[in-house]
């Protein structure tokens, strides 16, 4: 099969009406970040560039394109909290996605409740039914191939303590499906959500399924 490619190149520009990289990647999960100045002033942000990154011990990480007020909240303080951002609390992780000034409180404007935390002392989404409370391990700014700094850094951070709802396990097993996770689509606008008939279940090969057979 030959396939017709729209190519670009990045710094050509891309040609279209809307860049397709956050298209392309994905869908990509939302980090919803918790933090805290050292005053004590609550903030709270989504950021749609986040991941998982490490097994043992947990690490997660979101990028921050331009000095935001989380990022500067994780340097300061070396914690923040990821909050799941589900389809029932859409509009409030949208509202909080508005550029206010940085003693504007987003919990409040979004008429959320902000819990304490257990291990970490910045506060997390009470209402969001899972939560990873993170200490700061790393900011590393991002760098072109010339090896310019971008305007963009990653904050990584231990996850020290979860919360889950109970009612999404299932003998023991998170439901994805069932926490309807609020996921990022391409376009300006698009979010998307899980669905479990969306659901493909595929076990990793083992060597001797893909390797071909030993001749005698």
Known sequence: MTIDHHFYEPKDGHGLPHSPLNAVIAPRPIGWISSQDERGVLNLAPYSFFNAFNYTPPIIGFA???????????EATGEFCWNLASEDLAEQMNLTSAEV??????FAL?????AKSRVVHVPHVAESRAVFECRTTQI????TASGEETVTSVVFGEVVGVHLDKTLLRDGIYQT???RP??????PTAYFTIREEGRLDMRRPRPEDVLPAAED
Not at 101 to 106: G, N, T
Not at 140 to 143: A, E, I, Q, T
């Open 182 to 187: 609020l996921i990022r689509g391409g376009g």
């Open 140 to 143: 590393v700014p991002l760098l």
């Open 110 to 114: 979004a008429g959320l409740t902000p």
């Open 101 to 106: 000034p940085p003693d504007a409180d987003e």
């Open 177 to 179: 499906a069932a926490a």
């Open 64 to 74: 921050s394109n331009g000095a935001k007020d989380t990022l500067a909240n994780a």
